[in-house]
């Protein structure tokens, strides 16, 4: 099983909309697919419910380290959105058996600053310190054509001890499809194949790790 651990500094950096975009692609590629939602704002577990018929299922599972014994023999890939502002004390239940960490940061100084902290911090937990929990950032609801998400991304590549593993273009998509309990992997336009490229890169990095 391939456990993709979420988590943040702060709130509102998009932890869930890359624990459901992840859900849905593995879902769609036949995979048997799981989130626990330690969050109390509990949206990736929401999600999973409004799923309609019409796409894979999605199981989701509300709380901590107590919801890893409900998961189905099966489970493939496992997902786990944590609270917002989570240290080592909240990640602590998953860190030993994480596959990889991902680290969702929005291109503003209060994001960035808030995000450098807490890279420092990871870096001091063990497993990561010697290398056995990989950790990549994800640059999320970017305005690729501004000077703001253009320096964010310079800055962050400078001063973060860890990857930029993508880069995730602003779009209402998310929004939109978010609330009918359906990702951009659930459908096949061309329009949405376009914000599917900005995935690829994400996913053959996770692939690579485990």
Same mark, same amino acid.
């Given at each position: 099983m391939l456990m993709t651990l979420?988590?943040?500094?702060?709130?509102?950096?998009?932890?869930?909309?890359?624990v459901t975009q992840l859900a849905s692609h593995w879902a769609q590629a036949g995979h048997h697919s799981a989130i626990i939602d330690a969050d109390r704002q509990g949206s990736s577990f929401?999600?999973?419910?409004?799923?309609?018929?019409?796409?894979?299922?999605v199981l989701a599972f509300e709380g901590g380290r107590r919801s890893l014994a409900k998961l189905p023999p099966d489970t493939a890939q496992l997902?786990?959105?944590? #609270?917002?502002?989570?240290r080592e004390r909240e990640l602590e239940p998953y860190l030993d058996q994480a596959s990889v960490l991902l680290v969702p940061v929005l291109p503003s100084s209060f994001d960035l600053d808030a995000t450098l902290a807490f890279t420092d911090e990871l870096r001091a937990i063990n497993r990561i310190h010697r290398g056995k929990l990989p950790v990549g950032l994800v640059a999320n609801r970017l305005k690729p054509w501004t000077h703001a998400s253009q320096d964010a991304l310079t800055q962050l590549a400078e001063q973060s001890?860890? #990857?930029i593993v993508a880069q995730l273009r602003d779009s209402q998509a998310y929004v939109l499809l978010?609330?009918?309990g359906k990702g951009i992997f659930d459908y096949n336009s061309e329009?949405?194949?376009s914000h599917q490229e900005d995935w690829k890169p994400l996913l053959r990095w996770i692939k690579r790790q485990s």
């Open positions: 979420v988590a943040s500094s702060k709130g509102g950096c998009g932890k869930s909309t890359l929401r999600w999973a419910a409004r799923r309609p018929e019409n796409v894979p299922g997902l786990i959105d944590t #609270p917002a502002g989570a001890p860890f #990857p978010a609330a009918l329009q949405v194949r």
